[in-house]
């Protein structure tokens, strides 16, 4: 069964507290190797230092980044799949409401929407063909039970409502960025540079490893997307005990 379903929200609190509680590792999170397909089966996720970025680092059995979805030709029931690495960061630091979920840096593909309106991946004069490729969102995830027994999806935005957001929010009633960060893919790991101003600068935070598969609502409507499939956790429980210092 789908690991991440049986979290109900009450394990995800109690699995943060315990992070903070017992077992920090200053280093990254080695995962057991054999959980999920090569692509997706973490052997490593780290976030380290370096100069004046944060380098967020997954490394996979093998072949990172060669599988997406396929398309089905619209919005409605789609997939996206994901490399994520789920903190304990405030959802604040990234220009969210303060305390509003788990805060979660993802690499992201997806064929049939595109959500970095911002930006031409392909550098082909349209923004809005991109989302084949692999790019770079803040997520804020929360447990919700429509979405499977003690699922996760990304917050929604209730109708009428205007909550503090990112100047790059993509304009999704859910609660995403688009920052821009192009991932790095080559040969079994994904890195994202993230520029540590971009996050007030942290002494330090914990994070996790996760590869995942989340599908877009067939009717359009809260909860607009859902994790439907965790393919792997490098800590095995999403405690996160690493800590990027």
């Not at 089966?41 to 944060?54: F, T």
């Not at 959802?91 to 959500?115: C, M, N, R, W, Y």
């Not at 192009?182 to 540590?196: C, F, R």
């Amino acid at each position: 069964m789908n690991r991440i379903l049986a979290i109900k929200s009450i394990g995800v609190v109690m699995a943060l507290s315990l992070g903070i509680a017992f077992g920090l590792q200053a280093a990254g999170i080695i995962g057991k190797e054999g959980n999920a397909k090569a692509e997706f089966d973490i052997v490593l996720a780290n976030v380290v230092r370096k100069n004046s970025s944060l380098q967020f680092t997954m490394k996979t059995s093998a072949k990172a980044g060669m599988s997406i979805p396929t398309a089905i030709g619209k919005l409605a029931g789609s997939r996206v799949f994901s490399y994520v690495w789920p903190t304990n960061l405030d959802s604040s630091v990234v220009g969210f409401e303060e305390k509003q979920g788990i805060l979660a840096l993802a690499a992201t593909a997806h064929p049939d929407f595109d959500d970095t309106p911002l930006y031409d991946e392909n550098n082909n004069n349209n923004a809005s063909d991109d989302g084949k490729l692999w790019h770079s969102h803040w997520v804020v995830l929360v447990p919700d039970d429509v979405c499977g027994k003690g699922a996760l999806k990304v917050k929604d935005i209730p109708e009428g409502t205007t909550p503090k957001l990112p100047a790059t929010w993509p304009k999704l009633p859910i609660l995403i960025d688009s920052p821009g960060y192009e991932p790095g893919i080559s040969q079994s790991t994904v890195t994202i540079k993230v520029p540590l101003k971009d996050l007030g600068f942290p002494k330090n935070f914990q994070f996790d490893g996760v590869t995942a598969a989340l599908q877009v609502n067939a009717n359009l409507h809260a909860p607009l997307l859902c994790v439907t499939d965790v393919f792997d956790i490098a800590s095995g429980n999403l405690s996160l005990p690493g800590v990027a210092k």
